[in-house]
């Protein structure tokens, strides 16, 4: 589920629940609309109440950090819970976001 909040510039999308495969298909898909038409400066995904992720999730977040910065905006993760900050971290993809993977 994604609870979005969009002021122009910035949108913030609350993602919750576990993603993998079936949830991240749903997610790919509305945050690549929301990024299609608003084109923001920065996609923040707000994690707080993310239990858990697999690698679908990894490939959620980097084809939105693909997507969003295309549109010339950057990507950030906050509230990310001790183990999924972990999956993160293994992967490598907490090098490419704009600040790192903050528990």
Do not use: W
């Not at 997610?27 to 993310?50: C, Q, T």
């Amino acid at each position: 589920m994604i609870k979005l909040y969009n002021d122009g510039r910035r949108i913030t999308a609350a993602l919750s629940g576990d993603i993998d495969h079936h949830a991240a298909r749903r997610m790919r898909a509305e945050l690549d609309d929301v990024i299609a038409r608003s084109r923001p400066e920065m996609l923040i995904l707000d994690l707080e109440n993310v239990g858990f992720m697999d690698s679908s999730g990894i490939g959620l977040i980097l084809g939105r950090l693909k997507a969003v910065r295309q549109c010339g905006g950057d990507l950030m993760l906050k509230n990310v819970q001790p183990n999924i900050a972990a999956v993160i971290r293994l992967s490598g993809l907490s090098t490419l976001l704009a600040e790192g993977v903050k528990a």
